[in-house]
């Protein structure tokens, strides 16, 4: 099939990945993309394409930070690459 259109050398199950790929790049979230993939749980798709999933730490931080104003917060533990400590 992959040839009757042109792409030689491809697999049309390396289009799948492409396509899922795509989508996480551009900060689809992972429920979306695990149904178009036809994934029966959310969690086959993290367990196949987790390992591109990048900065959501950072991210996370940076909206708790405009959620309670400019604190040093969820910042400083993003920054510091540390978890913060349980209350006592």
């Given at each position: 099939m992959m040839v009757a259109i042109g792409m030689r050398g491809f697999k049309l199950h390396s289009l799948r990945h492409t396509h899922a790929s795509m989508l996480i790049a551009s900060?689809?979230?992972?429920?979306?993309?695990?149904?178009?993939?036809?994934?029966?749980?959310?969690?086959?798709?993290?367990?196949?394409?987790?390992?591109?999933?990048?900065?959501?730490?950072?991210r996370a931080a940076q909206i708790m930070d405009a959620?309670?104003?400019?604190?040093?917060?969820?910042?400083?533990?993003?920054?510091?690459?540390k978890k913060p400590e349980k209350p006592r």
């Open positions: 900060g689809m979230d992972i429920l979306t993309i695990s149904r178009r993939l036809g994934h029966s749980s959310p969690t086959i798709t993290l367990q196949v394409y987790g390992h591109l999933i990048h900065g959501a730490d950072d959620a309670f104003g400019q604190g040093n917060g969820s910042k400083a533990v993003a920054d510091s690459g």
